[in-house]
Each structure stands twice: as structure tokens, then as C-alpha cells.
């Protein structure tokens, strides 16, 4: 895999996006916390629209994060793209077909992952990223740039009791994606998704074990 | 036939052809002309002749390869314009992108648009199948990217459907609206499939991955092109900056001044061009400061054959 920009590049195209397409990315931002709110509320309703919020946000960044934005940065964000929107796909079918889709954050290890997965990608990436001297303007936000969402769906899965495992797959594609990244441009953060989604699937498998 | 990829550091010779082994020996007889222990270029800027034409252009160029693929950001745009300016000043003339790059046709485009020294640009783009599109579209696209009239060296992109695009560049180059053809290849890969295009087809220009750890292309492709009297574009030259990790930590050797080398970039682009088979390294960078370091190595004396193989040595010995 070869990467034709820089994080530096990265973190202005990102302003640029956030400039470009105003609102829309603050208006991901406030879906993803509410998919969080969603699952919070408990219930299978609940979940099913935590779900539907989360193919929205694979949706968005699939089309244009990836599509709209990053190609004319990146040949091959088409193809990101298409596996964002994909991603999507199986989660609206999630949100659709499935009639147990309640979410846990409390009570055992496992639960209590899934929030610090969810709060890492709401608050803790977007923060870091300020951190890093990048400015507000570049601040990847959960909903709208890939990785923090990423971060999120791996903790949205593993709150379900029994997720099925091809649900990680999309997260954990771009977990590789993200990781390759973090490596070719020497940039740490990029790190997170590929660490998230190894926690989250790591827990899931063993509470599948268990069961 | 599958590519010979040997050792990089290994300085066992290959087994050549009759065809091969004589063109090898003529490019190491031209390299061993070179005066001991001086170049042959004082003075002005080191230039190399394009073969097929006669054409001097200077021995160093650059590629915008990640470097000017900075989007629409004004900040980092007006920064690579500071590099393209020191370029210009410096004495350069070749500037290689390609549809693969992202914004950087774009960028290259938007800088020259606002530089009053430019007027020595050696543009060379390239047609790339995946960028969509036909030769003739991304040829015009690369014009108005680049707001030139005549893109001057239009090359196949890392050979992909080599055969369809060359036909068309052989076209446009005899109706005049391009100056040179070419084909390319990098990181050490489809040499063999490049060897035998090199063979068979007219070309102008070839364009691979060369440098003082990779050196593949010394056994075939470099004495090939001087052979077949190809002008040689060298891209990787620094390796995509590893060569600084591997190396730029350890101490400049004493002996370097005898090329006037003054920097680990000077002593990886000398080592380049002092190869007498290539015409025009193309290291890329997006710092200005970087650009003036690089573009001293189109100055001075360069290393002759004994100094070349002592640079070997002693990168080998690191």
C-alpha cells in the first residue's frame, strides 16, 4: 500500500472537508453521540437505531469523506469509499433484520470496554488530535472522519450480548487501512483503530467462549 | 520472466548477455574516464545530454511525488511555491508528476502560475490507466493542470497498458505536442518487462528506481539505455527519505569534499548522476531548505569511478 500524502496533508484536507461540507460534518458528529444515546437507553429499539445511526455515519464518510473528498488526495479513497458504504449496508441490514440488538455498557469487563471504546472514539481521538497542535479546525470528529468512527462501531459492537462477528469486519478493514497508514507516515495516532478494533474483537471472541 | 532483484548490497557481478555484457562495458569504460579523484563538470551546472536530440538539461530535477499532494490547503501550497522557487533559482529544470499523485499536477500548476523564474521548466507527466480515461485525455488534462501549452516528456506509468498508451504518445509526439516518449518503473519491479520494451520500442526516455543501496539497475537497465541511447530519469534516489534514516545519522566521510559534497543528500544525488548512463535524478521534497541542499549537487566535481565504488564501500560498511 502506498500513501500519496503526508499526516500533515491529512490534517488540512480535513479542515478543508470540514469547511467544504459545513454542516454536515457537525450534524454526523451529533448522530454518533446519539447512536451512543441510543444504545444507552437500552431496549432492542434502542439498539436497532443506534444501528441505523451508525450505517448513516458509514454512509456519510463512505460517500463523502472518501468518495467526494479524498480522491482528488488519494487514488485509491474510491475504493475506501465503496467499502464504507458497504460497511453501511450491513449495518442498516443489522439495524433491519435483527430483533436482539440490545446494547450493555455496564456490569462486567466487556461492558465497560465497549464505553471506553465508544468515549475513546467520541471524545479522546478528537481531542487527541487537537492535542497534537492541529487546530479545532482539524479536528477528526467521530461521524465524520473514518478513524474515530471506526473506533465507535467497535465499541457500538461489542455492547451488543452476542455480536456476530462479521459486524467487525468493517471496522476492522479500515482498521488495517489505518494501521498500514499509522506505519508508512510515522504517525502514532493512526494507531488507535487498529487497537481498538483488537481489543473489541478480542473481548467479543472470549465472551463467545464463555457462552 | 521473472525480475533479477540480487542483494542491493551484494557487489557480485551477474551473469550478462554477450549484448549485455558489452554495453555494460562501455558504460563502465565512459565512468572510469571520469579524471581520478575529480569530476569532469567544475563550474557551471552539470548537464546531461538527452540522446536523442542532443538536448542538455541539468542532472538534477524533481518529483512531487507525496510532496506536492497538499490538496487546496493555501499554507501548504505557498510553501511548496517556496520550494519550486528555490528549484528555479538553484539552476533546475525537470519537475515529474503524474495523474497517480493526487493534487500534485494541481499544485505544481498553481505555483508556476505564480513564479517568475520558471521559464527553464522541463515538464514531464506520465498517462496512468487507473486515473480514467483515455492517453489523449490525460494528456490534455495534465496541460491545463499543469497551465502549459506542450507537456515535454509524457511517460507510460509504471509500464501499465504500455502497448495502447505508447502508440498514442508516438502520435502526439510526431504531431508536435509532445517533445519525448517515454516508459517508467519503480522500486525495482518489471525490470525485465522494461528491458525488453527498451529493446523493441522507440523511446525517448526511461525513467527507475536507482540509487546507493539499489542498485539493480546498474546491471541491465543503465547500460541498456546507454546502449540503445535512452535518456535515463532516476526517481527514489534518496529511497523515499530512508536513506537519511539508514545513513543520515552517521558522519559525512572526509573524502566527500573531493566531490565537493558537502550533505548526505549531495553524497546520494552524486553518487546518482555521476553514473555516466543516467541524464536526471528526480529526488522530491517540501522543504525549500532540502531543495537548496539538493540542488548543490548539480554543482562541483563529480566522484569518478574509483570514488563511486569507495561510496559503496563505505555505505556497505555502515
Given at each position: 500500500m502506498m ?209 | 520472466m521473472p525480475d533479477s532483484t540480487p542483494n542491493p ?56 511525488w ?32 503524474s495523474?497517480m ?25 506520465k498517462?496512468w490507466t487507473p ?24 511517460q507510460v506509468h509504471n509500464l501499465v497498458d504500455w ?19 517515454g516508459i517508467t518503473t519503480s522500486h525495482g519491479s518489471r525490470h525485465a518487462e522494461m528491458e525488453r520494451i527498451m ?7 526511461v525513467q527507475f528506481t536507482y540509487n546507493?543501496v539499489d542498485r539493480w539497475a546498474e546491471d541491465r537497465l543503465l547500460?541498456l ?7 535515463a530519469i532516476v526517481n527514489r534516489p534518496?529511497r523515499e527519505?530512508r ?76
Amino acid at each position: 500500500m502506498m500513501l500519496p500524502y503526508t499526516a500533515e496533508v491529512w490534517f488540512a484536507a480535513l479542515a478543508e472537508y470540514h469547511a467544504t461540507w459545513f454542516p454536515g460534518p457537525v450534524l454526523m458528529m451529533l448522530a454518533a453521540v446519539s447512536a451512543f444515546v441510543a444504545g444507552l437507553r437500552g431496549g432492542p429499539e434502542g439498539g436497532r437505531a443506534a444501528f441505523w445511526f451508525l450505517a448513516a455515519l458509514w454512509f456519510w464518510v463512505g460517500a463523502v469523506h472518501q468518495i467526494l473528498h479524498m480522491a482528488n488526495l488519494n487514488f485509491m479513497a474510491p475504493v475506501y469509499g465503496g467499502a464504507w458504504i458497504a460497511g453501511g449496508v450491513l449495518f442498516a441490514a443489522y439495524a433491519g433484520l435483527r430483533r436482539d440488538t440490545r446494547l450493555i455498557f455496564t456490569g462486567d469487563a466487556r461492558g465497560h470496554a465497549a464505553l471506553a471504546l465508544v468515549l475513546l472514539g467520541l471524545i479522546v481521538y478528537p481531542l487527541a488530535g487537537l492535542a497534537l497542535g492541529y487546530g479545532w479546525r482539524s479536528v477528526p470528529l467521530a461521524g465524520a472522519a473514518p478513524d474515530p468512527t471506526a473506533i465507535l462501531t467497535a465499541g457500538m459492537i461489542l455492547a451488543l450480548r452476542r455480536p456476530p462477528l462479521w459486524l467487525f469486519v468493517p471496522p476492522l478493514l479500515w482498521a488495517v487501512v489505518a494501521g498500514v497508514s499509522a506505519y508508512l507516515l510515522d504517525f502514532p495516532l493512526f494507531y488507535a483503530p487498529p487497537a481498538a478494533v483488537a481489543v473489541a474483537l478480542g473481548l467479543a471472541l472470549r465472551g463467545r467462549k464463555r457462552d | 520472466m521473472p525480475d533479477s532483484t540480487p542483494n542491493p548490497l551484494s557487489l557480485a557481478p551477474y551473469s550478462p548477455t554477450r549484448r549485455g555484457f558489452l554495453a555494460a562495458s562501455a558504460v563502465s569504460a565512459a565512468a572510469l574516464l571520469l579524471p581520478s579523484g575529480a569530476g569532469a563538470q567544475t563550474g557551471g551546472r552539470i548537464l546531461r545530454a538527452i540522446p536523442s536530440t542532443g538536448e542538455r538539461i541539468p542532472a538534477i530535477g524533481m518529483g512531487t511525488w507525496i510532496t506536492f499532494n497538499v490538496g487546496g490547503s493555501e499554507a501548504l501550497r505557498r510553501a511548496r511555491l517556496e520550494v519550486l522557487r528555490t528549484f528555479f533559482a538553484r539552476g533546475g529544470a525537470m519537475v515529474d508528476s503524474s495523474p497517480m499523485y493526487g493534487s500534485s499536477q494541481e499544485v505544481v500548476g498553481w505555483c508556476l502560475e505564480r513564479l517568475d523564474n520558471a521559464a527553464g521548466l522541463m515538464s514531464a507527466d506520465k498517462v496512468w490507466t487507473p486515473a480514467g480515461g483515455d492517453a489523449l485525455s490525460q494528456l490534455a488534462d495534465a496541460r491545463q493542470r499543469w497551465g502549459v501549452g506542450r507537456i515535454d516528456v509524457m511517460q507510460v506509468h509504471n509500464l501499465v497498458d504500455w502497448e495502447e498508451h505508447l502508440a498514442v504518445l508516438a502520435d502526439e509526439k510526431a504531431a508536435g505536442r509532445i517533445r519525448y516518449i517515454g516508459i517508467t518503473t519503480s522500486h525495482g519491479s518489471r525490470h525485465a518487462e522494461m528491458e525488453r520494451i527498451m529493446r523493441a520500442r522507440d523511446l525517448d526516455f526511461v525513467q527507475f528506481t536507482y540509487n546507493v543501496v539499489d542498485r539493480w539497475a546498474e546491471d541491465r537497465l543503465l547500460p541498456l539505455a546507454a546502449e540503445r541511447g535512452l535518456a535515463a530519469i532516476v526517481n527514489r534516489p534518496f529511497r523515499e527519505k530512508r536513506l537519511f534514516r539508514m545513513f543520515g545519522g552517521e558522519r559525512l566521510p572526509d573524502w566527500a569534499a573531493e566531490f565537493d559534497c558537502r550533505n548526505w543528500a549531495q553524497f546520494f544525488l552524486k553518487f546518482v548522476i555521476s553514473h555516466p548512463a543516467v541524464t536526471c535524478a528526480i529526488p522530491a521534497t517540501s522543504r525549500a531548505d532540502h531543495m537548496e541542499e539538493n540542488m548543490g549537487a548539480l554543482y562541483g566535481r563529480l566522484p569518478d569511478a574509483d570514488l563511486r565504488r569507495r561510496m559503496v564501500r563505505y555505505i556497505e560498511s555502515l
